[in-house]
């Protein structure tokens, strides 16, 4: 049932966003200070591209104080329209009864999209 949901999942608007945090995370190794966020992007576009049977929970080391500044820069850098775009897909896919898993899982990755940095995905 998870490789279904997750085929189903790629049309409706798995395969933009995941082509989203892509492009992001090519664009953010480009220099020596965007490699972290282009790494932890990237682990975001795996988890937009196959969601159902990942789990997303809180890093074992804690995060700290530089999970925090890290996920306030990259607030402002790309991940508003990142989680738009899940917000978007969402409301769009919540209008109907069979989308609404799909609305759910993109409102959870809506955000993960906003703060990544001290979360692990499984």
Request: hydrophobic residues 60%; positive net charge.
């Amino acid at each position: 049932m998870k490789f279904l949901g997750n085929i189903v999942w790629l049309i409706f608007g798995g395969l933009i966003t995941a082509l989203e945090y892509f492009v992001s995370s090519i664009l953010l190794m480009v220099t020596i200070i965007g490699i972290p966020f282009g790494i932890q992007t990237l682990k975001l576009g795996m988890l937009a591209l196959w969601p159902f049977g990942s789990q997303v929970r809180e890093s074992s080391n804690g995060g700290g104080c530089l999970s925090t500044l890290m996920n306030i820069i990259w607030i402002f850098v790309g991940g508003i329209w990142i989680a738009l775009t899940h917000l978007l897909f969402g409301v769009i896919l919540a209008i109907t009864i069979i989308g609404l898993p799909f609305a759910l899982q993109h409102f959870k990755m809506a955000g993960l999209a906003l703060t990544p940095f001290g979360k692990e995905i499984v």
